[in-house]
Structures are given as structure tokens and as C-alpha cells.
């Protein structure tokens, strides 16, 4: 945010989280969370350990298949952020037991392959709570077909205020209908590029900048977030 301030550039404090949901995981976007917020950083450093436990355990697998690898190598890639399989996949591209990043996901670390280490992941209501709590709103990131008005409605009521409709993944007929939901069900709209840096882009992944976001999609997420403020503080 210093940089942005300095660069003229303006930059929306944010975090991707991951919960349950009824098909495994659920990725959402979390925008406007103050960076002074107890509550968050309290949830993040359980979401950390978890982090940490679960590269300690993919590791472990890795080893068990013969593969040489341990933990300062992942902590090494990862270079203080929280860890994750992109960490373990570029510990593993660095030691040459892939050619690449995608061969690492393929053969090791993507769901059901023999490294694979599962999260032990918050409820939506859990993470609304705390989110909602410190003023944040809160985005279902790129749906695709799971976004269904049932699937939706379900997550409005834990506490859902907005949905992804533009995602590298999400072609044009997709968009128009996530839209359309969208309205219906008063949930606000959101997008963006789900850039992993240039390693990881690709038809999942891509530049920053791709996805053309609505200026008043922005502005309509700062109005909810202020009339949350408000209501809060009434």
C-alpha cells in the first residue's frame, strides 16, 4: 500500500481464504480488510500453522516416494509468505525433481495425486464473521459452473456479499450468466486476473490487468463496505 501511495497507484488491502464448502474447498475474496484488524490477523496466523503443518506433511509424502526435499527448501522459496503447493512445487523445480511447476502439480502435489495434503479449512460463516467484523466484504472467487442460484443462495446466507463474474477461466456465456445471478440474488459483482506470478499463468492464471474489471463494480464494493461502517458504528 506505501508503494502504491508512492507510485500513484491505488491499492485495496485484500486476502484470498479458503473454506469448506459442500465440493471440498471454496476460495474467497476478501477486499477492504484494515491492516490493523486483530480479528484478521489472529485468523491468519491459525490459517499459517495450518499452512505450515500441511507443506511439513506433503514433504513427508515426498520423501516417502523418494524424492529429496525438506522443509527449509520449501521456507526458502516461499521467502516469509504463507506456505503453499506453489512453494513445495518451485522447492521441487529448484532440486530438478520436475522440469517444470505444471509437472510438479501433475505428478505430485494436485488434488489425489501421492503428495497431496489436504487443509483443514474454516466454515464461510466462521470467516463472514470475522471478516465482516473489521468492516471487509466478501467475494466467491471463480465459480465456474458451481455457481449455480442454489450453490449462491447458500453462500449468501453464511454471508456471501458478492460474487467473481470475470475470471481467466470464465468465457463470455459464463460471465453474462454469473451476472445475471448475480443481480437476481442482490449479490455485488467482482473480477479479476487470480494472478500466481509468471510462473503459474496460464488458462487459470493470468497477467494482471486481463480482465477489463467495471470501475463502478469497485465503487459499488466501497458503497456496501461504507454502509457496513456505518451501520456498525450506529
Not at 63 to 69: D, H, M, Q
Not at 193 to 221: E, F, K, R, Y
Request: glycine share 12%.
Amino acid at each position: 500500500m506505501a508503494a502504491g501511495e508512492r507510485h500513484g497507484v491505488r491499492v485495496i488491502a485484500g486476502c484470498e481464504f479458503s473454506v469448506a464448502s459442500p465440493w471440498g474447498e471454496l476460495h474467497v475474496l476478501g477486499y477492504f480488510l484494515p491492516l490493523d484488524s486483530t480479528d484478521i490477523s489472529d485468523f491468519l496466523v491459525g490459517r499459517r500453522e495450518d499452512r505450515r503443518r500441511r507443506a511439513g506433511m506433503m514433504v513427508a509424502r515426498l520423501n516417502g516416494l523418494g524424492v529429496e526435499l525438506d522443509m527449509a527448501d520449501v521456507e526458502a522459496v516461499a521467502d516469509g509468505a504463507a506456505l503453499g503447493r506453489p512453494h513445495v512445487a518451485r522447492a521441487l523445480l529448484r532440486r530438478r525433481a520436475v522440469a517444470d511447476v505444471g509437472e510438479a502439480f501433475d505428478r505430485y502435489l494436485g488434488w489425489g495425486r501421492p503428495a497431496f495434503e489436504p487443509k483443514q479449512l474454516p466454515s464461510m460463516q466462521d470467516l463472514a464473521a470475522v471478516v465482516h467484523r473489521a468492516g471487509g466484504i466478501l467475494s466467491a472467487a471463480h465459480l465456474k459452473d458451481r455457481a449455480t442460484r442454489t450453490a449462491l443462495s447458500k453462500l449468501q446466507t453464511a454471508g456471501l456479499d458478492a460474487v467473481e463474474v470475470r475470471h481467466p477461466r470464465h468465457g463470455a456465456e459464463l460471465r453474462s450468466r454469473i451476472g445475471a445471478l448475480a443481480e437476481a440474488l442482490g449479490l455485488l459483482k467482482t473480477g479479476g486476473s487470480d494472478w500466481h506470478g509468471d510462473s503459474l499463468s496460464g488458462l487459470q492464471h493470468a497477467t494482471i490487468g486481463s480482465q477489463q474489471v467495471p470501475g463502478d463494480w469497485l465503487d459499488q464494493l466501497e458503497s456496501a463496505r461504507d454502509a457496513r461502517r456505518t451501520s456498525a458504528e450506529g
